[in-house]
């Protein structure tokens, strides 16, 4: 089972380019597929002591309204190559009231059977530092739209979510691009971005995570 993430992230100068790509019939090669809508709700857990954080891991329940189960992952540390981050990620359909502990157990279980040895080790140092907290440090809502997009001669298949983020109790939003290979080669995700940047609006290479930039904000906040 591939447990490799690999994501194009891109965030636009000009917001309305989200609008835009939400309503394509085609993108450079490729054809829209299918289209979708989600609004979640992403809880971020860690230890008192940091644990996860500092093992580079992250750990998050999502939440999308109208469905039943929670989706609760773990990812490990990206490597970003020309806006393309490539990641370990385990994910794992669970109800949302599941306690932490719990849950990351599973997911480091799940890890360690699935061939990703280098993210169940991490989760594991992680968990001598304590186990996680039953609230989390941070929250997202996220109303995301989908575009499925495929380029069938050449077997490609890229989800395309066009993200507009904010943090639970702060005055912080954001905007971004996320193309994630589904099948195919990377060559896929280059050819994406090519297809976006002929639309002739600015994008540029989105800089670490959502994740890491929205903790970057809380640990700068003057907030109560």
Same mark, same amino acid.
């Given at each position: 089972?591939?447990? @490799?993430e690999?994501?194009? $992230?891109l965030?636009?100068?000009d917001e309305? @380019? ?14 829209? +597929?299918?289209?979708?809508? =989600? !609004? ?20 998050r ?10 989706t609760?992952?773990? $990812?490990?540390?990206a490597?970003?190559?020309g806006?393309?981050?490539?990641? *370990?990620?385990i994910? !794992? ?30 989760v ?12 989390p440090? !941070? ?7 989908? %575009?499925?997009?495929?380029e ?21 939003? =954001? ?14 995700l280059?050819?994406v ?9 600015? %994008?540029?290479? *989105?800089?670490?995570?959502? !994740?890491? +930039?929205a903790?970057?904000?809380? *640990?700068?906040? $003057?907030?109560?």
């Amino acid at each position: 089972m591939d447990t @490799l993430e690999r994501e194009l $992230k891109l965030v636009p100068d000009d917001e309305a @380019l989200l609008d835009t790509l939400a309503s394509v019939e085609r993108l450079g090669p490729f054809e829209a +597929r299918g289209r979708r809508r =989600e !609004l979640q709700r992403n809880s971020f857990f860690d230890s008192t002591a940091g644990g996860l954080a500092a093992a580079r891991v992250g750990f998050r329940r999502r939440v999308v309204a109208h469905e039943s189960l929670a989706t609760w992952s773990i $990812k490990g540390d990206a490597q970003h190559v020309g806006g393309v981050a490539s990641r *370990s990620e385990i994910e !794992l359909q669970l109800e949302a009231d599941t306690p932490p502990a719990l849950a990351l157990e599973a997911l480091r279980a799940a890890a360690a059977s699935r061939g990703a040895e280098a993210l169940a080790d991490a989760v594991s140092r992680a968990l001598t530092t304590g186990q996680p907290s039953t609230h989390p440090f !941070l929250e997202t809502e996220t109303d995301r739209r989908i %575009v499925d997009l495929e380029e069938p001669t050449r077997g490609w298949q890229i989800e395309l979510a066009l993200d507009r983020m904010r943090v639970v109790g702060h005055n912080y939003r =954001e905007i971004e691009i996320e193309a994630e290979l589904k099948q195919g080669a990377d060559e896929a995700l280059a050819a994406v971005r090519s297809a976006i940047e002929s639309l002739g609006q600015v %994008v540029h290479e *989105s800089k670490g995570s959502k !994740l890491s +930039r929205a903790t970057a904000h809380l *640990s700068h906040c $003057k907030c109560p």
